[in-house]
Antibody, heavy 120, light 111 residues
Framework: QLQLQESGPGLVKPSETLSLTCTVS??????????WGWIRQPPGKGLEWIGS???????YYYPSLKSRVTISVDTSKNQFSLKLSSVTAADTAVYYC????????????WGQGTLVTVSS | QSVLTQPPSASGTPGQRVTISCSGS????????VSWYRRLPGTAPKLLIH???QRPSGVPDRFSGSKSGTSASLAISGLQSEDEADYYC????????????FGTGTKVTVL
């Protein structure tokens, strides 16, 4: 059974960089059948896609976040990571890592989610 | 951020059928398939429907999806108390360099 687990600080100061890692177990991250993404949900709001990456390193980012986001993959560790720079309170959210099916982009596996609060 | 529009709420009594709409555009629903997700409070979203109308293994056939043009819908028949949750549609959008877009979300209440 595939599992995804987010890890990283739960509290980040304004203007600093949010860094999260997703560890994939029970399956390989190096498959052309899937790609890997980050989604967030601010308190009281809906789901927001942040971006995705293929094992090859090809990336897609949400346009309004693109200047601040970097998603990378480490196939040797079966992990992928998110970095979001210059954070503000508006970046406070539950962050999920997830697996997209390359066939239709649907997300068939999600991590449990981790709350990241931006506050001084 | 949402570019797919859903009604904010829907409700029904146990056993009833509830339908949720999702309106998009030619660059997303009009060009690509639609998925539906359910998020129970405090849990990660779960995939209910992919490729417009396909149910993953383990999803009851009470859930069905359809798509027509730039709109899609999710139907829940035989409504149960455990169906009370937030539901989101989503699709790939071909605009710019490509992005994945979610709907605004619909809160389903079982009366």
């Amino acid at each position: 059974q595939l599992q995804l687990q987010e890890s990283g600080p739960g509290l980040v100061k304004p203007s600093e960089t949010l860094s999260l890692t997703c560890t994939v177990s029970g399956g390989s991250i190096s498959s052309s059948s899937y790609y890997w993404g980050w989604i967030r949900q601010p308190p009281g709001k809906g789901l927001e896609w942040i971006g995705s990456i293929y094992y090859s390193g090809s990336t897609y980012y949400y346009p309004s976040l693109k200047s601040r986001v970097t998603i990378s993959v480490d196939t040797s560790k079966n992990q992928f990571s998110l970095k979001l720079s210059s954070v503000t309170a508006a970046d406070t959210a539950v962050y999920y890592c997830a697996r997209h099916l390359a066939l239709d982009s649907s997300i068939d596996y999600w991590g449990q989610g981790t709350l990241v609060t931006v506050s001084s | 951020q949402s570019v797919l529009t859903q009604p904010p709420s829907a409700s029904g009594t146990p056993g009833q059928r509830v339908t949720i709409s999702c309106s998009g555009s030619s660059s997303n629903i009009g060009s690509n398939t639609v998925s539906w997700y359910r998020r129970l409070p405090g849990t990660a979203p779960k995939l209910l429907i992919h490729s417009n109308n396909q149910r993953p293994s383990g999803v009851p056939d009470r859930f069905s999806g359809s798509k027509s043009g730039t709109s899609a819908s999710l139907a829940i028949s035989g409504l149960q108390s455990e169906d009370e949750a937030d539901y989101y549609c989503a699709a790939w959008d071909d605009s710019l360099n490509g992005l994945y877009v979610f709907g605004t979300g619909t809160k389903v209440t079982v009366l």
